[in-house]
Each structure stands twice: as C-alpha cells, then as structure tokens.
C-alpha cells in the first residue's frame, strides 16, 4: 500500500470541479462542488444520526437506496437544513440539475450541503452555476483541488488523500476528500467524507466495509461535542481497476478494508488537526479495557472533555482531568489500576501509575505537549481475573482554545 | 415562603467559620471551612457519580450511612482525589481532627474537597489551622460567609441563601451555601453543597426530599460538561425548629420539599451564573415533550452544545443550533413541529416554528441576547396523538466563553 497524488481522481473513472456560484454572498471562495463518475457506481454511505437532519441527508438517503450512485454535487456555505419542504424541493433540485446537465438519472445523485442551518438554500445560484460546474470537472488532481476548496466553511486546511493497493494482482486506487471542522462529534460519520475507489466491490461488501472503516476512524473523532445535521460519507466504487470482483469474504474483501480505513484514518487526523481553532491534534489511545467498545467510549469520553482540551491548549499535564473523564464514562474499570502517560514527537512522560500521582518533571512535561500533535496513553492494566482486558481503542480530537470561542461565537456575521 | 439572611447560619442549631491554613500556597485566600451543629443532625446527602471519586466522598458516605451528622469540615486548594490510600487516610484524618476538637466520633463528621486533583493533600496544614478553625465559628452570617470564602476555588461570586417558611405552625428555616464554577454536569450532585435546616423530620423523608430537590436543581446545570470527582450535596437538620416531626408524606412533607427545592434552584441559578469564565446565564425550558425525563434530555442536550454556548457567547440568534441540539439528545420528537423563543428582559422572540425559519429582526434578537440572563423556550408544539405531550424542564447553563479557556488552560499554575 502506497499513498499517491490526486485525491478522489486518482482512481479510474471519476473527474472531479469546483467554482463559486455565490451561495457564501459576503466571499470569493468556491462554494460548489462536483464528482462525476464516468459509469455507474456501486455506492454505499453512511448519515448523521441527528434526529434533525439536513434536506440533502434525506435526498441522499433515498437516491442511494439501490446502490448506485453515479455523482455527488454538494455546496458550502449554506446547509439546507431546517428549512422545511422548501428545502426538500431545494435538494431534490440540486440532484435533478446535475443528472440533467449529464443525462442521467436524479435518482443518481447524492446531495450534501454545508454551512449555516435554517437559511433558505438560494437554489438559483446553483441553477446559474451549472454549467461552469460542467466545465471545471477534470480527471487530475486539480479538479479534486476545487471540489475540495467548494465544500470548505470554517475548514483551514484541505483534507485529502489517496492510495494504491494490489487487490486480487490488480492495482486499486482509493481517494477521498472530508470537510469538516466544527459540530464534529463521532455518531455516525460526523462530517461531509467522499471516496473514490476504482475497485470492483458488489454492493453488500462496499457497504460492510464502509461501516466498518468508518466504525474505526470518522466515529472516533470528536471536535466539540456536536453532532451535525448534516453529517454524511459516501463511497463510490467505478471498478475501472480491473480487480477481480470482490463478491464476499477473504483476502481481497480484507485488503480492500485495510486501505480504505487507512485513507479514513489519515482523513480524520487530518480533520482533528484542523478542529475550529485547534492548535493540537489530541491522540488518545486506551488499551486493557473489558472490550473494544468500553476503550472507545474511555477515550472518546477523555478527548471530548472541555477541561482535558484546555489542559491540552495549556500544556499542562493536568492528569487529574483524565482521571475524571475516564469516571464519567459509564464504562466499569478500577480507578486504582490506571496508567497514564503524556507523548509525542519530544518524548513520553509516566505522570500517574495505579490511579495515584508518581513525581514527574513538569519541565519535560511541558515540552511533550508544546508539539502539534500529542498523545495521552491510557493503560488500565488489568488483564487477570477483574475488570480489564484486551480491548483497545484510538479516538481523535483537539484542544479547545480561544479561536474556538471566537469562530463559534459569531458564525453567521 | 420568604428570603432571609444568615445562609447556613439561619436555622437554628449552627455555627459556621471559615480560616486560611496554607493549602492555597500561592494566595491568601480562606481554605478551610467548617460547618457545626450544636446536636446531632438526621442528614442525608448525595455524591458524584463519576467512578473515580474523591478520598472525601468515600469517607463521607461511609460517615454518612447511619443517616447522622455533627459537622462537615471541608477544604478547597486540593480535591484530594486521585491520590490513593494516603489520600484515604488523610480524608479520615481530617474528620478524626474535627471530631477531637469537640469531642464527639469521627464517624459524625462529612468531609468535602475541591481544587486540583492528583495531587497530595496537605493535612499537616490542616492540623495546624485546626484551633484557628474553632475559634471562626459563629452562629451569624459572619460564620457563613467566612465558610462559604473558604471552599471557594474559581468562583467568583459568594452562591448561598436562606429562606423561612411555616411548617405546622412553626416557623422553619432553611440554609445553603454552593461552590462550583467548572468541572459541572448534571449527573447527581456536582459540586459541592452544604445545607441546614431547623426542621425536624425523618432521615427517611429528608433523603427523599433532597433527592428529589437535587434531581430538579442541581441535576439540571451544566457548565463544561464535566461531572466532577467531589460533588456532593448534604442537608443536615437539627430540629431545632419545633415543628411537628415530618415523618410521613403530606403537607408538612410538601411544603419541606417546596422550601428545600426553592433554595437549591436559587442555588443552581448562582452558580449557572458563575460558570467558569460565563458572561450570561442561560436557562432553557423545554416544553410539550412526551414527558418530564424528555424535556430534560433535550433541554440539557441544547444547554450543554459547544456550539449554542459559543453563539449565547456572541449574542447571535443561531437557532438552527438549538435544533441540532435536539437532534441528537437521544429522545424522539418531531423536528417539524419545533417552536424556538429567545427571551430576557429586553423582550421575547420567536426565531422557528414548525422547525423552519420565520422572519425576525435580528436587532431586536441580539439586544435580547446581550442581556446577562437569557432564555431559550421550546416548545414542541405536539399533544395530540404524536410523539408530544405534557412533558417540561427547565436547566440552566452559561455561556462559553474565552475565559473559559483562559480559566482552565493553565488552571494549576
């Protein structure tokens, strides 16, 4: 498995364009996006579980219903959510359009919209878009470029990424694309995610996979504790590759899973790293829990803790608030058998053994969590007879700083 | 019903005091306090429930079990959790120097604490201030406001109260003191809460009607999420009073209930208004749910948002927040009957109904957002058949704000 170049172009069969057609009024910057398969795709996607969710969640949800998907067109800056039967017809229009400029079914078309909630979608200026949109899609990694800059909000960062992997002795190529930066807490796929694999995959595995990557990655990432209205992850599958079909279980179902969590995995680093006003990608990781299950909401209840992020902004080794967030988790373990260490690229550092405090220097403390990227590994280290065990998880997140305050304290001016 | 002055000291049967013995270092603020009855008290009391708790808490429901109480002595400057077995024998230690002092068992002393967690307690200085601590007590306001300095730790503002009201033709009078800024969740009690009472009534009933205050006051406050390693909420009653002995429900009981409950959702408002870094105080009423335990859910769900706080924070009407909010607090509700209202002082209105925009001047929004405590109303409009009904609650929260991240970025140096 190797990473390449060209994002959600890099497989075969898909081009890809962005351009501005004046949904985000007050700026210059792309606010609609494209992805075009060059034949029927076999597609599977994952939504928000928001009980509130987004006109273009509900259109997508139907149109992919069958399994194939043949575009996704999506906007920023606003998020047709809220926004009653008027947005539903919006949606419904937005994939009527795409599938009219092509000569392909609505049915066809996933939708996604981002941005501002309860703001009608100006659908004209999606309508007066069209056919620059047609125009800007091309099969290089410049076309992923734009799609990527369209679906940006409050992102500061592209988050993209490919990779090639054999499959069945055929080269298969992966590609995604995520935005995402506030109102990310992992429920589902947590944010807006678009993948292209030119795999050949029947509908069922695609689906099986896809779940279970996102299972692993874009759910074990938390911002700030919101859960958008408008989350969704789509995964398009061309089979230009030329991999015998992958029809069930085995070597090459296995191999196909592995690279794409992988691409997942990077993509949501990716997405912890830019959390709105992050200055720190946070790694937890938990390891001698009962299950995997009980390590995943321990650490996701560590890296959504408001004190254990500010700690993080802070530098401070302020063990005491993971200690804390690991209690309120609703997960059994013994308080007294807890280990925690602080890491990162300048070292790591013990700060508690047996849920108690061991002297520890401040100093080198300090300097572990200046980096850009630190990890605080949660050790519950009981393996006999009690409560611990083999489960192990990894959740990301970010620290909690004033520019968070700042970007959420006046969206939508 | 009405208010007085004196907090703990008011009902009659308690002094109170409050002394600097060193554990704060760094200031020259109060840290110990303690709070005495003349006799023996029926108490009852609820504690966190995070799995990791305090040395105090532990010792304290131990003591607590016979349903007996003399004294509470309480510390701030060291939460004095996290800190194994010699935390566990420092917390004895602490209840074992209070009762020495006036000679009766240790096991009629509670003990709380609260400051940073992970680190030794200090008990030397507490040994030390001991004789000092005795002589602070008074049976006036003094003795409360000199209790309630000395557990303070980021609070700002002094939160207690008292009030008389008339139980069986005897005058009876009820006391409170709160501290609690951060670390606050609704999950039992969390912070810490000393109350008293005059009444005479059943360690039976008084569990009860504690448990049922705190589930409608404290229980209903959220600051960062963060449901602490100390809370605790104890009530003790001395008897004084000379009503009729409460001990079966009925009037007597009722109107006990509607006191205590009335000074701990003054409580909760104190310290809602006190969160950490909080410039507004936050109430949400949820209204028309299918019951109470819903319209709780969802009230909490909006009052705890990252994002509804930050927006509180900025003064923008961002409702579409408030009904991601709703959306995924886990309870079933029909988004497109929602009814959002913005309300305070200067003015209420009505920013969504039936789930989608309506029309409303955002001047006259943000003028009643800018005041220092606001409302969000919902209603979800359904109580025919659907998934509506009489179910309402009321939680309080704040704002959050770059003080909040300032406060708790570098919290232990």
Redesign the interface.
Known sequence: MREIEGGVCAPKGFRAGGIRCGIKASSSKRDLALILADTPCTAAAVFT?????AASVLVSREHLAQGICRAVIANSGN?N????S??LAAARRMAALAGRVFAFPAEQVAVASTG?????LPIAAIEGGMDDLAASLTADASGHEAALEAIMTTDTRKKGGALETEIGGAAVRFGGMVKGS??I?P?MATMLGFITTDAAISRELLDRALRRSVARSFNRLTV??????NDMVLVMASGAAGNPPIEKEGAGYEAFVEALETLCVKLTRAMARDGEGASRLLTVTVRGAVDEAAAEALAKSVA????VK??C??A?A????V???????GV??D??KVAVRFASAAGDILV?R????VPFSEEKARKILLEEEIEIRIDLETSSGGLGGPGEAVVWGCD???D??????????
């Open positions: 579980t928001n009980r509130v969710k998020a959510a809220c926004t009653g008027e947005g501002v909630i309860g703001v009608p506030g109102m807490h429920n700030d504790g919101d859960t958008s209205t959504s803790s408001s004190l500010t700690a902004f802070g401070d302020n063990w005491g608030r200690l804390c967030a690991l209690g309120y988790a059994s373990f308080p007294e508690c047996k849920g108690a405090p909690l700083t004033y968070y305050v700042k970007i959420n304290g006046d969206y939508r001016t």
